[in-house]
């Protein structure tokens, strides 16, 4: 049964199927060990956390209780012959735990693990998925000897099944190999000087040799009056299809324009040639020679390129740059606009998972060069570039200078506000807000009229889609010989000297950012609409309009940015222009420089030029007046002397003058309609840019350094040398969850270079990776990079993430695009710091079993626990398994003696010898401190024994200089998006969590760790898009379930 018909027993009303892009748009109701049963009936087996359970052993990860086989999934052949792999874990980086180790003999293995009940069985029993059939006499009989469950026979025929498609397709790459192999060799034999010299990699330090002068082809010029003339010509792979053996479709790129090209095998063109082809990876940048053609397709045009009247019949073809790592997403992906995806999921034939999917916006600003190869970010950048050179050719013929001033000032341009401190030699420096007082010192110099194009630093912690903290200033300022409006003017004639030129050279480029960003013309009137600021109020409340309270907006305040945009509607229904000039600002909303109306001190002789209800310039004329300016100051409480330099200029004299400023990323964001001011940024850089990069502390195990692992500087193969051991990653780096990568069903993947590891189980086509990677944080990236190459490459599986922290989601959310959402928290305390000292309720429980002789052995880390101690134990863990009642929420088993060099254990016991209580702490990485990996309140131990037990190991960690351990991981009260989740999906989501929840008491939270303080970290379960379908689900319900 899917979870969808699962979760409407839950459900009552609505039926709807909301648009998402993962499938059914349901994810699993419960991804977490926190999940919880009825609780036992007896108050000592349920422990300090009111269940019978072992609390310390609810982390995120999980692990079944037999070991499962090794389940190769099918690869494609176009991975399989790419790359040779061998069983051998060093040349693959891939280590299968199957058996316990030597190192784990005394463990709990197999044969004493202690199976637990999982939190999706709960689930699925609730909800009545897979009840037993009423028939099972014929049935095949477990290990127990009883006949199989349904679930069990689902698994033992889908076992089969693997094992026969395992067995399958070791076959066929053992054929694919063979062929590959006998490829290469036939093509060294057979083919001609010639025909090898038709395609192949061009060494890197190929450009120095004696120059051919070839002539380059232009993409954007080619037509159909071309047809059977040969071009050559540099290009990136856009796209590429095999449509046989035979024929290989490619649409190459050339910055905005792309057009098709066929490979045929035929004449000196070899099927090793076509082999070789179609296996080259988008994005590479490869030299193409052909014969234009016209179009084979039955509409007589390409459709798929922005070329549509010529084709490329390619001769040769040669890499010149090759993609070496993988892509988060390629440019073919990035160009969908969400008018095709509204068409390709109107289609008759659409099938539901296969819609294109929208690249979201902050994974193409995180992977910002990939994301400015698309056809739309070119055409953006070129008119960027086309605004700068309109304005600067403009001004230079009214007979303006071009100046470039200092970035680096004594003072604060504006009032102090808003400035970036820097460290100059010792003194205090400014990054430039703007050239406004280097343009004044420039008129008051007689350069008569200056402009500038430079960058401008603003430190305001805006992070809204129209701000930056640095962006590029287009500056101008002039003497006035009579009227202020004489700038106005001029800035009315260089913006409409923009405006025309941009749409008379850039007519290509506007269409295909139109594509992306859907947007009308500009419309401007030669005689541009001048509003007094005041008139432009009453407009608005004259239409209706209120502020934020309800209220009529002041005439003698500054508007908002909502005012703004609602102005412009105004204005373009009422006077048809997107572009017009509100003048006579108000002195409340001008900078202390700008000169006071003389008739009305009230307002200033200064003007904003607005563009689609937006401002995209600030101008005005300048208190030119030494006595005035300083009276200003006075006035405003700026202090003179941080500007003695500006004050000079004008005390030696300064003409009447003024200027305006223009955001360049501003107007060309309004201009085209994009949206967001960060894609009219290269780089953009807001207050969120340049993240602090984590400091690298000291680790428990340096010899074990992800950063310098032991082989840096050589070949791991070459030198011998062995990966770090999984237990000592996690010790530098793991959090709760990593511990159950120790767990024999999960393998793990190694980075060839780091040693950087993943731990995954694969489930069902599926693998479900739990936890964060084991590295450094900075390696995230390119750990995760090579792991999901990994999976979908050679494993062919499909991956999730499930349960990582909040770095690690961030990689996958913002690199790979990936979906996420958290209803999972690690319970983390602080040990230093535990307000259960000062509990009553505690410590009279505590007293009580120091009463009746309850002792504490401590066993640190490295000191062994003798035998005799270890077999007490055993049969005390049996014991406490006999005594529990209910269904029980595990997601590891108990296995007191696995990695012994990182626990430490402390073992309460009676006078008479009786274990009362075991508690075993788990060393985590530096920064996550410890876990308490398991805390068991023993049958009939003194009440009290395990809250002493549990707080005094606590305390000896925080003496230790522990500043966290964690319970593990708990259900959240609700739930919570991250990335790239919103609108209706949540919803949905967010309601099916809640019931579920409900229904099942997941977030029933302990009195004794609320007393501990405990806080929830959330953890996030994350997935590619189109990554959590109904077989998703499936997998994650399997990857949960008990075997038993």
């Known amino acids: ?122 689930v699925k029993e609730k909800l009545h998925i897979g009840e037993p059939s009423s028939s099972e006499s014929d049935l095949p009989l477990n290990r127990d000897g009883d006949p199989l469950s349904r679930n069990q026979q689902k ?59 070839q002539q380059r082809a232009d993409i954007r010029t080619l037509s159909a009056k071309d047809v059977g003339k040969e071009v050559v010509f540099r290009a990136r792979i856009h796209h590429l299809r095999k449509m046989s053996s035979k024929f290989v479709f490619f649409v190459f790129r050339q910055q905005i324009a792309t057009v098709q090209g066929v490979l045929v095998e035929h004449a000196d063109i070899s099927k090793y040639m076509l082999y070789w082809a179609e296996h080259l990876e988008t994005e590479s940048v490869v030299l193409v020679k052909g014969i234009l053609q016209e179009p084979q397709s039955k509409q007589g045009e390409v459709t798929g390129a922005t070329i549509r009247d010529v084709e490329i019949s390619v001769h040769s073809l040669h890499v010149e740059a090759a993609v070496t790592d993988h892509l988060p997403f390629n440019v073919y992906d990035a160009e969908v606009s969400q008018k095709e995806i509204d068409e390709e999921i109107a289609r008759g034939d659409h099938k539901e998972g296969q819609t294109r999917v929208r690249i979201a916006d902050r994974t193409r600003l995180t ?23 309109l304005f600067r050719s403009h001004l230079d013929s009214e007979g303006f200078i071009e100046i470039h001033t200092p970035k680096l000032q004594g003072g604060a341009t504006e009032s102090g506000a808003s400035v970036f401190k820097v460290e100059y030699f010792g003194r205090g420096a400014f990054l430039a807000q703007s050239p406004q007082l280097a343009k004044q010192m420039s008129i008051s110099a007689d350069f008569g ?80 609409p001048i509003i007094p600021f005041a008139e432009g109020i009453r407009m608005l409340n004259e239409s209706g309009w209120r502020d934020e309270d309800g209220n009529p907006l002041d005439e003698n305040e500054d508007m908002g940015t909502r005012d703004e945009v609602q102005l412009g509607r105004v204005i373009k229904q009422k006077l048809g222009t997107d572009y017009y000039v509100l003048d006579k600002f108000p002195v409340n909303a001008r900078p202390f420089y700008a000169m006071p109306d003389p008739n009305n001190p009230k307002v200033t002789n200064s003007f904003d030029i607005f563009l689609r209800g937006q401002e ?26 941080s500007m003695e330099d500006y004050i000079q200029g004008f005390e030696w004299g300064a003409p009447p003058h003024g200027g305006g400023g223009i955001g360049l990323e501003r107007i060309l964001m309004l201009l085209l309609s994009l949206g967001n001011i960060r894609h009219a940024s290269m780089f953009p850089r807001d207050p969120k840019s340049l993240p602090e990069r984590p400091v690298i502390k000291e680790l428990r195990h340096p010899e074990a350094s992800t950063m310098h692992p032991p082989w840096e500087g050589h070949d791991r193969a070459d030198a011998g040398a062995d990966f770090q051991p999984i237990e000592k990653l996690i010790a530098n780096y793991g ?43 900075s390696q995230y990236l390119k750990t995760m990079t090579g792991y999901l190459k990994y999976i979908r490459k050679e494993r062919n599986l499909k991956p999730l993430w499930l349960l990582v922290g909040s770095e690690a989601e961030e990689v996958l959310a913002t690199k790979f695009n990936w979906r996420t959402f958290s209803v999972v928290g690690e319970q983390r305390v602080d040990p230093a710091h535990n307000p259960a000292v000062n509990d009553a309720d505690i410590q009279r429980k505590i007293r009580h079993a120091e009463k009746e002789g309850v002792k504490i052995t ?35 088993n108990i296995r007191p003696w696995q990695d012994m060099e990182h626990r430490q254990y402390h073992i309460a016991h009676t006078p008479d010898g009786t274990i009362a209580a075991l508690v075993v702490m788990a060393q985590l990485s530096p920064d996550h401190g410890w876990q308490v990996k398991y805390s068991l309140d023993f049958p009939s131990a003194p009440s009290g024994s395990i809250e002493y037990i549990v707080t005094h190991a606590l305390k000896l960690v925080a003496q230790a200089g522990a500043s966290s351990v964690t319970f593990g991981g708990g259900a959240s009260s609700k739930f919570t998006p991250g990335h790239n989740v919103k609108g209706t999906r949540v919803k949905v989501l967010s309601k099916a969590y809640h019931a579920i929840a409900t229904e099942l008491k997941l977030t029933n939270k302990t009195e004794f760790r609320e007393k501990l303080g405990a806080i929830d970290d959330p953890s996030y379960i994350c997935y590619p898009p189109h990554g959590l379908g109904p077989m998703a689900v499936k997998a994650i319900l399997n990857f949960f379930e008990d075997d038993d």
């Open 155 to 213: 698994k033992h025929e889908k076992r089969a099944a693997w094992e026969e498609r395992r067995r399958e397709i070791n076959e066929k790459e053992k054929e694919i190999e063979r062929r590959k192999k006998e490829l290469e060799e036939q093509a060294e034999k057979e083919l001609t000087p010639e025909q090898k010299a038709k395609y192949g990699n061009i060494p890197p330090n190929s450009y120095a040799g004696e120059p051919k002068n």
């Open 616 to 641: 995209i310039l600030s101008g005005g004329q300048r208190i030119h007046d030494s006595r005035m300016l300083l009276e200003k100051m006075e006035r405003l409480k700026v202090d003179p002397k």
């Open 858 to 892: 401590d066993y640190p880390i490295g000191t062994p626990v003798p035998e005799e101690v270890q077999q007490k134990i055993d049969a005390r863990v049996q014991d406490w398994l006999s005594n529990r009642k209910g269904r029980q929420v595990h997601l590891t």
């Open 1 to 122: 049964m899917s979870l969808k018909k699962a979760l409407g027993k839950l459900k009552s009303g609505s039926h709807s199927n909301p648009a998402s892009d993962d499938e059914s748009g349901i994810v699993s109701p419960t991804l977490n060990g926190s999940a919880t049963a009825p609780v036992a009936s007896s108050p000592r087996s349920s422990g300090i956390f009111g269940r019978a359970r072992a609390s310390g052993e609810h982390k995120r990860g999980a692990s079944g209780t037999f070991d499962r086989k090794d389940l190769a999934s099918p690869t494609d052949s176009r991975s399989s012959l790419d790359q040779s792999k061998t069983e051998s874990p060093r040349s693959s980086g891939i280590f299968h735990r199957r058996t316990d180790s030597p190192s784990r003999s005394n463990t709990l293995g197999h044969k004493n693990s202690i199976s637990t009940h999982s939190p999706i069985r709960a």
């Open 367 to 389: 992977n910002r060069v990939i994301d400015l190869r698309t056809t739309a970010s070119q055409g953006i950048f070129r008119i960027q570039s086309g605004i700068c050179n």
């Open 449 to 528: 009229k200056v402009y500038e194009i430079g960058a401008v630093f603003r430190a305001e912690n805006s992070n809204t889609y129209r701000h930056l903290t640095e962006y590029t200033g287009l500056d101008l300022e002039m003497a006035i010989d009579e009227h202020y409006h004489e700038v106005l003017r001029t800035l009315d004639r260089t913006f409409k000297a923009i405006f025309k030129g941009i749409y008379e050279r850039y007519r290509p480029e506007i269409e295909v950012i139109k594509k992306q960003f859907p947007h009308e013309d500009l419309v401007w009137l030669d005689q541009t």
């Open 735 to 777: 959090d709760a969850t990593n511990t159950s990568w120790l767990e024999p069903r999960t393998e793990i993947w190694r980075d060839e270079f780091t040693g950087a590891a993943v731990g995954f189980v694969p489930q069902d086509g599926f693998a479900i990776t739990v936890g964060d990677p084991l590295c450094h944080p």
